[in-house]
């Protein structure tokens, strides 16, 4: 590009940028473009090489980083709109079992009556992601997000080279949706862990936890240096001409869109096997991580006739891999304290490469279990990856443990701030006693507080460590009494940060009930024990309130949860707590908002559910409620029916019986809502 300069170049970044949002209009909205795709991208080019010249004239609304003019981002640019999806996004039931894979087949034998085969395809591991594209277009990009609505994450997206803005060919239908997988390469997994250590950042876990931390990035320039690659393996659309899954992919391959190169087209189920034991292998000579196989129904109209399940097809299922071990020595054990004051074992181990990536340190969980491997400094262990962040430990090889080693001692005072810690009754876990002064879990609380799925403030760890040292931050209302002088004085910090973080928390006031209380970092209340505490007790109030029997009667409930709770409700740190952000302006009850409605199927009724689902009971639980039902813990004249899983309590199919109540199985149940929604 010829040199311009900075006046001039300001001025043309204005002209282009006003031009490039009226053509997105006149194409996206009005339907009428004025000039050919290719102008657009010309104009487009030009725009993207000045702002690259010119950082400082480079705005976040800028028509580089948005496709469409329906995308707008959130609250002071820190967060996604949230879309919903045309067809939900569902997940795929999986097998680890051969006899559960001929099982599958069997079933879909049986539906089908006629011949059909398989397409075979390496189960990608990275994040899911949606596209859509308009007269040959990309239009929108979400992520999975809770099925029925996803982030809009267009504008990064465009950032991701192997994902085409503009297709090409013949036969692009006027509008489709192609689903697939963004991953993270090993090779550049490996480099982004690198530079973040290099900066004093926690490095991602791995490469599909960069992947989608990397998609939810706030700078969408920061993606290309990301070295993120995509594949795609799901063609939406109304009226396609396609009889096949795989027709259809090789003709989304047609108009330039990245497909597996390393499918079968199988013709029956012993084909699909050979090809998923074939895999198991040679799966650990490739450059990126698969976690198991994908076997689809390739012919369409089986594929309709066979339906869905509320959670997934029912013409696809994944073969999951076991996991892979590795042996390799330990070198030293480290105790690491946690917000809670839980203090974990973990074993620094010489670095050894474990499903395509390098692991260096895995979990001991707690003194018992190390006493149980009894593990020795020196050892050869054996180390897994479970769905974990860290690997863990699950073996020690006796015969080469070397001369001399010893046990390393599990420590007595905490590491952090030299309180004696004790340890639970019930519990094999040590914790340090000094809630209110130990600085890990001060600033642990912080970190869990500000965190995406709690109050999602922009404060990661650097930042809540600033803050804690200059004195600022003890208790989590101190938060929101900060001000701008004191951020703009921390170290780094200029006037847009300042902002962007005083927006964040101003947001935060409008997160629903569910999450605050998930937030505030009650010991054993997760993410879902606080979502269904909420929409049980509907208010902080009625919760504090709430009496040892009443919180035992919950399902998922136990003794340890609830002395938890009650011990939290009545200590003075709590109530203080919970006043002064409610002075904050925090929500501390839940709104009818928060709850997505999906159908009205159950409206007027009360279920009760027993046993075991392929979902979570407390996601069946929320299901029935989206479907407008009501839950109850035991069965009576005024239940609907029993919903009965696996495993269902005799007492409760019994009395149902007796009461003339309707026991319906989870197919039975599905069947139901899918009917009605
Ligand atoms: S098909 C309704 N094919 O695995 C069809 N999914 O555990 C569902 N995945 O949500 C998707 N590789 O994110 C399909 N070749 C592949 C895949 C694949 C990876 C992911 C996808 C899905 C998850 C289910």
Redesign the pocket.
Known sequence: MAKIGKAAAQQRIEFLKKELERHNHNYYVLNAPTITDFEFDLLMGELQGLEKLYPEFATEDSPTRHVGSDLTSGAAGTDFVQVPHRWP????G?TYAREELFEFDERIRKAAGVPYTYSC????????ICLTYRDGRLLRALT?GDGTKGDDVTRNVVNIPAIPRILHGTGIPREFEI?G?IYMPFAAFERLNAEREEAGLEPFANPRNAASGSLKLQNPEEMRTRGLDCVL??LLGEDLPFKTHIEALQAASGWGLPI?EYSLHADGIDAAWDYITAWDTRRKTLPFATDGI?I?VNELELQRQLGFTAK??RW?T?WKFKPEQACTPLLSVDYQVGRTGAVTPVANLEPVLLSGTVVKRASLHNKDQMDLLDIHIGDYVYVEKGGEIIPKITGVDLSRRPEGALRPAFPERCPDCGATLVRDEDEARHYCPNREHCPVQIKGRFIHFASRKAMDILAGDATVEALYNKGYIRTLPDLYALTREQLTGLDGWQEKSADNFLASLDASRKVPFERVLYALGIRHVGEQTAKMLARHFGSIDALMAASEEELLQLEDIGQTVAGSILEWAASPEGRDTVERLRAAGLRFEIDAADTQRLSETLDGKTIVISGNFSISREAMKALIEAHGGKNAGSVSGKTSFLLAGEKAGPEKLRKAEKLGIPVLSETDFNNLVEKES
């Open positions: 996004m569902l997940s795929l999986n395809e390496l189960k990608f591991d990275g994040t899911a999975r689903r997988e393996y799901h597996s994908v689809k997934s097809p696809a994944a």
